[in-house]
């Protein structure tokens, strides 16, 4: 376990509150078709993949001059397995580029940070491309490890659904032909009006079973 996995710090409580779609869904009582209700049940876990790198910086931006994909503006709230929000919890993003590559040399569209006091994070990235790796042709994804202050780590991967469209891609098929992906683990999603909005709530223990 890596250092930033186990470590706390205060800088998550000066993000702003995110706007959440999904917890606007909940106070209007709509329905969610794909995120998990923060019901007991832990966010399902995911194979870490070969290529995450510790030490990261800790960042709510991934976007520079060389990141140049369809950008994704995402925001939700890290909860226990009772439903209460939990501050300070650390979160650790890292995906692919515009090219379906991830960055091995430097730290580009990777980073961690903290969630603020009211559970909450946001992070401004894209949505990255599908690519072929070991286990065949991935689909979007987003690779995350989650874990409450002195709690387990959670590794997991957050996708997109059906109806995305990303360099000139409909991720339908895409999805269809990942074996690894978990469409509990979809993204709810708004958009694409000059980029896409959107939402998932983590669910995670905060002791080890």
């Known amino acids: 376990m890596t250092a930033a996995l186990v470590a706390t710090s205060a800088a998550g409580a000066a993000l702003a509150a995110p706007v959440s779609l999904v917890q606007e869904?909940?106070?209007?009582?709509?329905?969610?078709?794909?995120?998990?209700?923060?019901?007991?049940?832990?966010?399902?876990?995911?194979?870490?993949?070969?290529?995450?790198?510790?030490?990261?910086?800790?960042?709510?931006?991934?976007?520079?001059p060389a990141v140049r994909g369809v950008q994704l503006d995402l925001s939700g709230i890290v909860y226990d397995t009772a439903c209460k929000p939990l501050p300070g919890s650390l979160i650790e993003f890292?995906?692919?580029?515009?090219?379906?590559?991830?960055?091995?040399?430097?730290?580009?569209?990777?980073?961690?940070?903290?969630?603020?006091?009211?559970?909450?994070f946001r992070l401004r990235t894209i949505i990255p491309r599908d690519y072929w790796g070991r286990w065949g042709r991935r689909a979007?994804?987003?690779?995350?490890?989650?874990?409450?202050?002195?709690?387990?780590?959670?590794v997991t991967q957050l996708y997109f659904p059906d109806d995305t469209q990303a360099y000139g891609r409909n991720f339908a098929a895409?999805?269809?032909?990942?074996?690894?992906?978990?469409?509990?683990?979809?993204?709810?999603?708004?958009?694409?009006?000059?980029?896409?909005?959107?939402?998932f709530d983590f669910v995670i223990q905060t002791t080890a079973t």
């Open 94 to 120: 890292w995906q692919c580029d515009q090219n379906g590559d991830y960055d091995t040399a430097g730290f580009s569209l990777r980073g961690h940070q903290y969630t603020n006091s009211r559970g909450a």
């Open 140 to 154: 979007p994804h987003i690779h995350t490890q989650v874990q409450a202050p002195g709690g387990p780590v959670l």
């Open 174 to 199: 895409l999805n269809a032909s990942d074996r690894l992906l978990n469409r509990a683990c979809t993204i709810t999603l708004a958009g694409p009006q000059g980029g896409y909005t959107g939402a």
């Open 25 to 64: 869904a909940r106070v209007a009582g709509r329905p969610l078709a794909v995120t998990p209700a923060c019901d007991g049940h832990e966010t399902p876990a995911a194979t870490e993949g070969p290529l995450f790198k510790p030490q990261s910086p800790e960042r709510t931006d991934f976007l520079t």
